[in-house]
């Protein structure tokens, strides 16, 4: 492991990454190891990635995850945040279906405003409370209301949470040190290559979009 790890060093550009897999059992012998080879200030990450979501292991916690080591070869590494490809429950609870099935919420159109006057004017029948203010000019909030992105109360004015944003418009959540999101290959899935190894795609997908540039990645 160790001599691989030289070779790997050597051949990475000064803003190359390498990510290690391995289980928990070895995590920690690995990670000093690393230390050494690359120097413990180009740690980044240690990576959870719950890969299962039942194991059974006798009588101690189940283990369900294993370990991803994320280290730079210098202080200048390619860097580009990536998005999880799912919400908490509580996130989802947030949006609505509209008469299209189209999963849709309403975002905030104020923001604080304590000590300012900035905002501070009534558009369209409705008026920001004394301690916030529009969080858009009058110029912007026009062509968002010509366009319909605006939801309205039963009056027809414009509520102040009424941004209408669509669920397939936004980004996932910023990606954590937590992957959840991403379970092993299920044994009949057409991805399996039959190798023990074998990582899922999606699982190479954002390491390569997190740490190369566009050009070098596709």
């Known amino acids: 492991m160790v001599q691989r790890l030289v070779v790997m060093k050597r051949l990475l550009r000064p803003a190359g990454s390498v990510y290690l897999h391995c289980d928990p059992t070895a995590s920690h012998y690995i990670k000093v190891m690393m230390d050494g080879i690359f120097g413990h200030e180009n740690f980044r990450n240690e ?4 890969r299962n979501t039942s194991h059974n292991s006798g009588c101690q916690f189940r283990r369900i995850h294993d370990i991803i080591l994320f280290y730079s070869k210098s202080d200048k590494w390619t ?9 908490s429950d ?7 279906e509209d008469n299209d099935g189209r999963k849709y919420k309403g975002d905030n159109l104020t923001a604080a405003r304590p000590n300012s006057d900035s905002g501070k004017f009534e558009w369209c029948g409705t008026t920001p409370g004394p301690s916030r203010g529009w969080a858009y000019t009058e110029e912007q909030l026009e062509p968002f209301w010509s366009e319909g992105r605006i939801l309205t109360k039963k ?9 209408n944003v669509y669920w397939d418009e936004v980004p996932g959540p910023r990606t954590r040190s937590i992957w959840d999101d991403i379970p092993r290959i299920p044994n009949t899935s057409d991805e399996r290559r039959g190798y023990v190894t074998q990582k899922p795609l999606a699982l190479l997908e954002r390491i390569i979009k997190a740490s190369t540039h566009e050009s070098v990645a596709n």
Not at 47 to 50: D, E, N, P, Q, R
Not at 79 to 87: E, G, V
Not at 91 to 96: E, G, N, V
Not at 155 to 163: A, F, Q, V, W
């Open 47 to 50: 990576i959870v990635w719950k």
């Open 79 to 87: 860097w580009h945040n990536t998005d999880a490809s799912r919400y």
């Open 90 to 96: 509580a996130q989802l609870s947030r949006f609505k």
């Open 155 to 163: 009056d027809g004015t414009p509520r102040l949470d009424g941004m």
